[in-house]
């Protein structure tokens, strides 16, 4: 009997956690000129991790006047180095939560300014874990080839 009850609270903790898991959702921000490409790897991000994402897409600039208006968001994916450069002066990222995900040459006159797109863990999200597995997920494999295939160049 004893066993029987150890086994049934196994079986019950690890359902918890999974349901637990799967209502989870987390909030993206992200650049309009990433959602070919995101639209594509949400599911596969949700379907391996039973976490689901909601992605707010607007210009890079815009998402973060929304962040420093009070929007909440666990995870910021900008186009621009200024507009990240703008929460982290806020403290509103975790500048030890972020990756450089994408490579974007600007050409000039002579010279070649490259920057370094930057998606970045928020330093109040309370979803903290399913954020930084969204990271990881970022720079996977399969990321890249979507990423590939839809014209951005890769770090």
């Known amino acids: 009997m004893k066993t029987f009850h150890i086994l049934l609270s196994t079986v019950l903790i690890v359902l918890a956690s999974h349901c637990t ?9 992200a650049d309009t000129a990433l959602r070919p ?5 949400l599911p596969v991000f949700t379907e391996q991790t039973g976490f689901a994402v909601q ?10 006047e929304r962040i420093m208006a009070g929007k ?17 002066e806020k403290g509103l990222v975790d500048v030890a939560l972020k990756r450089n995900v994408l490579v974007i040459r ?36 399969t990321a ?7 014209g951005f160049e890769l770090p």
């Open 55 to 64: 992605p707010t897409f607007q210009s890079s600039d815009a998402l973060a």
């Open 72 to 88: 909440s968001a666990d995870i910021f994916f900008p186009l621009t180095e200024e507009a990240l450069d703008k929460l982290m």
């Open 106 to 141: 600007h050409e000039g006159d002579v010279v070649y300014d490259t920057q370094y797109p930057t998606a970045a863990v928020m330093a109040n999200t309370e979803n903290r874990v399913s954020a930084m597995a969204f990271l990881d997920f970022l720079t996977s494999e």
């Open 37 to 41: 490409a995101l639209k594509e790897l």
């Open 21 to 29: 898991a799967s209502a989870q959702r987390l909030i993206l921000y």
């Open 144 to 150: 890249r080839r979507v990423f590939t295939e839809k």
